[in-house]
C-alpha cells in the first residue's frame, strides 16, 4: 500500500507539477536575413550567397526567458583561377551550410507589443557540397604540347564546427504574431575552410567572425 500510494503522488505531482511547463507558449515561425561581413578570404573569389533562412521554435519561460532553436541553411561558394607558366586551372566549391543556433533570450519587459531582447546561446554548423575542378598543362616544356584534363567533381565534407551566439533586438507583438528583428554575432571555434597550396599558389580561408542582420517571425 506505502508503494502505491508513493506511485500515486509521484505521478500526481508530475502531472499537476508539469502542467506549467507544457502550458508555457510556443512560437513557431521563420528566420531570415543578410551575411554583413565577408565569408571568404584569401586568393580565391567568394561566390556564397548572403542569405540565411530556415525554420524557428521558439518556448516562453518564465521570468521573461525563452529558449530559441533554429535551422538555418545558406550557400557557401568560391571560384579560384591558378595560372603559371606551364598550367592553367579553375577550381570552384559549392557547399550546402547548416546552422542549428540554440539562444536562451531575456525579453526586457517595457510594453504590451514592444519588447527589446538579448540573447546568448551555441550553435553547430555542417558544411558539405561539391568541388569541380578543370585546366591544362604542358606534357612537353620543349614543345610546349598542351594535355588538357576533363572536369574533375568531388563530393566535399567538413568537420562540424561549433559558435558561440550573441544577438540582441527587439520584439514586435500583434495578436498571435511576433516579428522580431535583431543582430546576431557569430564567432565560430574554428574556419571550417582553411587551405593553403603546397607551391604557395593559393590560401583561403572562411571566417570566424560573422554578423548577421535577421528578421524573425513567429506564430503563437
Known sequence: MRIRFLLTSGFTFLFLGGQPALAQPVAIGVEGG????????????PE???????????????WHLSVEVDALYRRVGFLGYINSCCAN???????NSWEFPMIVKYRFPRG???????GVGYAPRIVSGNDISSGSYLSNFDTGAI???????????????????????VELGARHVIISPELRYVHWSQPF????????????????????????IAWH
Open 34 to 45: 543578410i551575411l554583413t561581413t565577408g565569408d571568404v578570404s584569401g586568393t580565391l573569389m
Open 48 to 62: 556564397s550567397k548572403r542569405y540565411i533562412v530556415g525554420p524557428k521554435l521558439e518556448v516562453r519561460l518564465p
Open 89 to 95: 586551372s579553375v577550381t570552384g566549391e559549392r557547399d
Open 112 to 118: 504590451p507589443k514592444l519588447h527589446p531582447f538579448a
Open 147 to 169: 594535355t588538357y584534363y576533363s572536369n574533375v567533381h568531388r563530393s566535399v565534407s567538413y568537420p562540424v564546427t561549433r559558435g558561440l551566439v550573441v544577438s540582441g533586438g
Open 193 to 216: 575552410l582553411n587551405s593553403e597550396g603546397g607551391d604557395g599558389s593559393f590560401r583561403y580561408a572562411s571566417s570566424q567572425d560573422e554578423l548577421f542582420v535577421l528578421v524573425g
